[in-house]
Structure formats: C-alpha cells, structure tokens
C-alpha cells in the first residue's frame, strides 16, 4: 500500500523571493501598518527569511576566508538575508514589545554591515568605526580647518555623509530599475544577474547605514519607557488606625462595680473617668476655653439653690407666682389687636 508522500519542502531561493516579494508589498501598501492582515503578512515573511537563514547556515555557502568575486552569482543575493530580516523586523508594531523589535533589528542590520564590509561590497565605516574615526584623526583636522567646534564638527560630517549616502541610494535605484525587470522575468544573463545582486547589496548597505542611526536615536527613549514601566512606585498604603476596644461607660462607680461583673471582658469606667481621660489627652472640644456664666445663668443657679433650702422669701415669691397664673391664663395681657 503506497504512504502518502510528505509535502515537498520549499526551496532556499523560493523562500528567499517570496521573503523579500512580501517586504515590499507591506512598504508598497496603503493599509495601515497595525492591521492585522499586514501583521500577518510580516510574520509570515519573517517566517520564511528565518527559514532561509537557517539552510544557508546548514549549507555552508559562505566562508571569511573568500573574496566577493568568489561568490557564484547564484548564492551572492543570499547575503542579503539579515537585511531583509531587519527590515521586516521594524515593521512589526506592538508596542510592547518594541524595545525588542528594536534590538533584535539592530542586530540583524549589524550582521548584515559587518560581512558586507568584510567582503568590501562597497566602502564605508561601520557605526562604531564611524564613531571613533570622528574622535580620531578626522576631528582634529577638521577643526584646524574650519575652527569649529568640535560638536559642530561632527554634526557637520554627518550631515555631509547623510548627503553623500542619499545621493548614491538615488544612483543605485536608478540602475536597479533598468536590471529589475530583465532579472525578475529570467531573460538576463549572469553578468546582469551579479550586477543586479550587487547593486542591491550596496544599495541595502545605505539602508541599513540610516536604520541604525535611526534606531540609535529611538532605543534610549524606548528604554527610558520601559524603566519607568518598571520602577512605577505604588503608593504606600495609609497606616490603620489601632481599633478600639468595646467599654461600659456607666454613671458612677458603683454601675461600673455591677456591669463589671456581669461582663468581665469588657472594661467599664465612669463618666468621670471619661472625662478626665479625654481631659488628659486634650480631646475636648471646649478644652482650654473658661466660658463665664451669664447673668441670667447666675440668678438661676442662686433661685436653685435658695428653694433648696427652703429659703422662705424664695418660696412665697414661687407660690404668688403659681396663683398669679392659676387666674391669668397664657396670652391674657395681649389683647391690644385682637379687634
């Protein structure tokens, strides 16, 4: 009984042309970058590059120890994997993870850079070699010449290779759209196809030159992000106040001594005891503040204080004035505007 065959795996060129076909349909397309049809797309692209990059590790195709012209122009546009890969890295979105789209895209442009610059696909200085050329023999000259500043010095070297690289991009656009068409179609011949692969390679060269600049400038911000993402200080929480504990408050000793013993697990104390507990620790609302009686007050008390003791005066004047109402009912004198 025939076992139904496994599905052909694709091929290293197939992947690498359809990698690089989707690259620039998500460049060439007028949706937005964030929707999911594109983010699809850009995985599946990535997908296949990766795929790639992998056979051609395992195949071995090439060596540090070989010149460009070494290359056979079939395996030379390998070379433009990590580009492809870098470039579609960045168009990934998710804002999550974008510290690590960033590196991982640096990484993949670096790689590229660094074999292109091994095998001399065109001249130019690698990012930290740039850096430390400025720094060395070039800034020196530049300010004896010009009398600059240093800081304006190298703003204005770099502003004068970002001139030059944009220039030769142009250039290199303009002969790879005559090649493009003859290439894609297969009628070229294999001079026009190197031709084409390396026009490419310096032309990426340019590319990868500016997104590492580009990145550089974004990674610190990114990375300032993500720190206060991860260092966000939540507030501490207010302390508790201590509970209270339940009590009796009872009017005198005696009810404290009573309830007492019916609830031993509550203490009591008096209303004195309250008080001069709250006295003490100056919770009063009127304490500190001596109100003085008023006259009314006064009289008052003294009028108590006298039919307490049965003061006969005090207790004739009470008894008139109980007979004096007993006779002269509530409202009796205002009979001015009743008509």
Known sequence: MATESEPEQPKLSELLDKGWQILEEVEDSRQPAGVREVQDK???????????????????????????????STDIRYLLLPALLGALTLKQVDLSHRLRHLEAARSYFLDFLKRSHDYKVSTFNLPGEQDAAKQ????????????????????????????????????????????????????AEEEQVREFYLLNLQ?????????????????????????????????????????????????????????????????????????????????????????????????AAERERKEEQDDPDTLQKARNWDDWKDTHPRGFGNRKNMG
């Open 203 to 299: 032309h990426w060269v340019c590319i990868a030159l500016e997104e590492v600049e580009s990145i550089d400038q974004e990674l610190p911000m990114v990375k300032a992000r993500e720190m206060m993402k991860g260092s966000e200080v939540t507030r501490p929480p207010r302390p508790s106040r201590p509970l209270m504990k339940p009590f009796i408050l009872t009017r005198d000793a005696l009810q404290a001594k009573v309830y007492g013993a019916g609830y031993p697990s509550l203490p009591t104390m008096t209303v004195d005891d309250w008080y001069e507990q709250h006295l003490r620790k100056g919770v009063l609302p009127d304490q500190g503040v001596v109100s003085k009686p008023t006259d009314e007050e006064q009289e």
């Open 136 to 187: 060395g023999e070039h800034e020196p000259a530049g300010i004896a010449r010009t009398g600059l500043p240093p800081s304006l010095t190298a703003m204005a070297m770099q502003r004068q290779a970002k001139i030059e690289r944009y220039k030769q991009r142009k250039e290199l656009e303009n002969r790879l759209s005559g090649l493009k068409l003859s290439v894609k179609s297969g009628t």
């Open 42 to 72: 850009v995985k599946r692209g990535l997908g296949m590059l990766e795929q790639a990059t992998r056979m051609v590790t395992q195949l071995q195709l090439f060596s540090s120890n070989e010149d460009l012209d070494e290359i056979s």
